[in-house]
C-alpha cells in the first residue's frame, strides 16, 4: 500500500515587521496588553506589491532543495489559501508557472487557518490512491492585505508568510497515518470576509472587504475543537497522546494552545512555537512552524507529529503522521 511522507519542508516570510510597539503608536492598544492575551510579539507585513504567490514561490523552492527533487518532479501543487493574488488564475497556478513544474496539475484549497490540513489531506489521497506519487502542499497567506487596521480586535492578530511541505509515495512504514476534517457552517459568521463583489459605496462604507471576528466566542469553541480532534485522530490510531513527540498548532493565539496543552496533558516541550515572532499567519502557521522545527534538526525519522487547526468557516482539523 502507497504511504505519503514528508520528503522536504520550506517557508517564507516577509522582511518587513511590524512590532507591537508600533501598533502602540497606531491605535488604543499596548505591547503588555497583546503580549499577555496573544502571545504575539512583532508580525511580518507583505509589502505593496508582495503577493501570496511571491512569498509561495520561495517557500516551495526551498521545499523542493530541502526534498532534493527538481520542479519538474512535482505531479501536483495544492495551495491552500484565503488570500490569492487574483480570483483565478489560483496561486497555486502562479506557482507551477514560476517555478517551472511544467508537469504539475495544480489549483487552491480554501478553508480559512484550517487550510494547511485540508491541503494536506487531498495530497495525501491521490498519492495513496495511486494517482501521483510527488505533491507539493503550500499554506501561504497575506492576511494583512484584508485586515482594517483601526480595528484593534483584529488588526493586532495577523502577520503574513507562507510554507510548504513536499509529499512523496513510499511503501516503508513512515508517514500520514489519517487525517479528520470537520466543518460547522453555522457558525460561519464568527469569523469572516464578506464581499467578494466589485467594491461599491456600500460595500466599503460597511467595511466588507475587511476581516471582522468574534474573538471571545471563537476562542472557546477552538479549545473545544482542537482538544476533540486531537483525541480523534490518535485514538483512531491506537496512538496514545503522551506517545507523540511534536504537536504542531495553528498559531492563533498562545492562550488556545495553552488551553488545549492542558487539557491533554501535553508538556511544553513538545510544542513548538513560532506565534511570538509572526503573530497568525493563516494557514502558513503550521507549516512554517514544521519547518523551523525540521531545520533546526529537532524532528528524527520515527518521530510522530501531530497537526490540529481550526479557523473561518468554522473549520478544523487533526493529522498524524510518523516522519
Ligand atoms: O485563526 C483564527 C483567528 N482567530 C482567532 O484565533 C481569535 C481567537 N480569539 C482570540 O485570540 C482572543 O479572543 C482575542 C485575542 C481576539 C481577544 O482576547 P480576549 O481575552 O478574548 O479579549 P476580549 O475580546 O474579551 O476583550 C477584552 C477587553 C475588551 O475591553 P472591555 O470590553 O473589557 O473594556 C476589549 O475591548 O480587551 C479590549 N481589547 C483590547 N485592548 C487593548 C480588545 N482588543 C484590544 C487591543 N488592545 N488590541
Request: charged share 20%; glycine share 8%.
Amino acid at each position: 500500500m502507497n504511504h505519503s511522507y514528508i520528503a522536504g519542508t520550506g517557508s517564507y516570510v516577509p522582511e518587513k515587521i511590524i512590532t507591537n510597539f508600533t501598533l502602540e503608536k497606531m491605535i488604543d492598544t499596548s505591547d503588555e496588553w497583546i503580549r499577555t492575551r496573544t502571545g504575539i510579539l512583532e508580525r511580518r507585513i507583505a509589502q505593496e506589491n508582495e503577493t501570496t504567490s511571491d512569498l509561495s514561490i520561495k517557500a516551495a523552492l526551498s521545499a523542493i532543495e530541502d526534498a532534493k527533487i527538481t520542479s519538474g518532479d512535482l505531479d501536483l501543487i495544492i495551495t491552500a489559501t484565503v488570500t490569492p493574488d487574483m480570483v483565478f488564475p489560483s496561486s497555486s497556478c502562479m506557482i507551477q508557472k514560476n517555478i517551472g513544474a511544467h508537469k504539475a496539475a495544480a489549483f487552491d484549497v480554501a478553508a480559512a487557518c484550517s487550510g494547511f490540513i485540508y491541503a494536506l489531506n487531498v495530497g495525501d489521497q491521490l498519492i495513496k490512491s495511486g494517482q501521483y506519487k510527488t505533491v507539493m502542499v503550500l499554506g501561504a497567506d497575506t492576511l494583512t492585505k484584508i485586515i482594517d487596521w483601526t480595528d484593534r480586535n483584529t488588526c493586532i492578530l495577523f502577520g503574513d508568510g507562507a510554507g510548504a511541505v513536499i509529499l512523496k509515495s513510499t511503501q516503508e512504514d513512515r508517514g500520514i497515518y489519517s487525517t479528520h476534517l470537520y466543518t460547522d457552517g453555522t457558525l460561519g459568521e464568527l469569523l469572516e470576509v464578506r464581499s467578494l463583489r466589485p467594491t461599491s459605496e456600500e460595500t466599503l462604507t460597511n467595511r466588507l472587504h475587511y476581516i471582522s471576528m468574534k474573538g471571545n466566542e471563537l476562542f472557546k469553541v477552538a479549545i473545544k475543537a482542537m482538544t476533540e480532534a486531537i483525541q480523534d485522530v490518535t485514538r483512531s490510531n491506537g496512538i496514545p497522546i503522551d506517545a507523540v513527540d511534536f504537536f504542531i498548532f495553528h498559531q492563533a493565539n498562545i492562550r488556545i494552545i495553552q488551553a488545549v496543552a492542558q487539557r491533554l496533558n501535553i508538556p511544553e516541550n513538545k510544542i513548538p512555537l513560532t506565534i511570538q515572532k509572526y503573530g497568525n499567519t493563516s494557514t502558513a502557521s503550521m507549516p512554517i512552524t514544521l519547518d523551523e522545527l525540521n531545520k533546526a534538526g529537532k524532528i528524527q525519522p520515527g518521530n510522530t507529529v501531530c497537526f490540529a487547526a481550526f479557523g473561518g468557516g468554522l473549520t478544523w482539523a487533526s493529522s498524524l503522521l510518523k516522519w
